[in-house]
């Protein structure tokens, strides 16, 4: 069983457009995340939900807005794609202070 | 400024040998030390961690140490296998809550 799963695997799309990735955990953590990995493979945080409440929320476009319907999902809309938005986006869950889960990843291209 | 710097950035080295991977962080305050294996094409996976108080932390091959002084860590890897091919990323936690720093990651190259 998948951990923490995250749709699509590949997604391109053409600049303006709007779109979502999805993310699941199955292991029953009160945390999920979702980060930026750019091409020089830096991971950066995004945002971080607690129970479905955000509590971290770092300098981010206004563009991407998160939605947690429940503390098992934490699914991430782009609206207006830019040439930028260009990256692997990953999402991750963690309990406590344990170390984070993370998904494979969405490899989002803008055409 | 809260960064976490790692060294090499890459690393080519037979199969068999052992090699050590650093890393230097200026992040306060401090709560815990990670580093995570990133294979090609996955997400990270959780390797050690380490708070305050630990000075080593050992899983299978992979050796852990942390300086807490120095701000200095050091993923120590025995044997190399071919699968040990991937980036090794080091990551501090600023809180027990989970605002952390990723380090750039070292690329690791293990070649028969």
């Known amino acids: 069983d998948t951990a923490v799963s995250q749709t699509p695997k590949y997604l391109v799309t053409q600049m303006g457009n709007d779109k979502s990735i999805k993310c699941e955990q199955n292991l029953g953590h009160d945390t999920m995340y979702w980060y930026k990995q750019d091409s020089k493979k830096f991971l950066k945080i995004m945002f971080s939900?607690?129970?479905?409440?955000?509590?971290i929320n770092e300098t981010v476009p206004n563009r991407f807005s998160p939605k947690s319907p429940d503390k098992a999902h934490l699914n991430l809309h782009i609206n207006s794609l830019e040439l930028g938005d260009s990256a692997v986006y990953f999402c991750?869950?963690?309990?406590?202070?344990?170390?984070?889960?993370f998904g494979d990843g969405t490899r989002l291209s803008i055409l | 400024k809260n960064q976490v710097e790692q060294s090499p950035q890459s690393l080519i080295i037979l199969e068999g040998k052992n090699c050590t991977l650093q890393c230097n962080y200026t992040v306060s305050p401090f709560s815990n030390l990670r580093w995570y294996k990133q294979d090609t094409g996955r997400g990270p996976v959780s390797l050690t961690i380490m708070t305050f108080s630990e000075n080593t932390k050992s899983n299978g091959r992979y050796t852990a140490t942390l300086d807490a002084d120095t701000k200095q860590s050091s993923l120590h890897i025995t044997a190399s296998q071919l699968s040990d091919s991937a980036s090794y990323i080091c990551?501090?936690?600023?809180?027990?809550?989970?605002?952390?720093?990723f380090g750039p990651g070292t690329s690791l190259s293990v070649i028969p």
């Open positions: 991750a869950s963690s309990q406590a202070s344990e170390p984070q889960h």
């Open positions: 939900y607690n129970n479905k409440e955000l509590i």
């Open positions: 990551v501090v936690g600023k809180t027990s809550y989970d605002k952390v720093i």
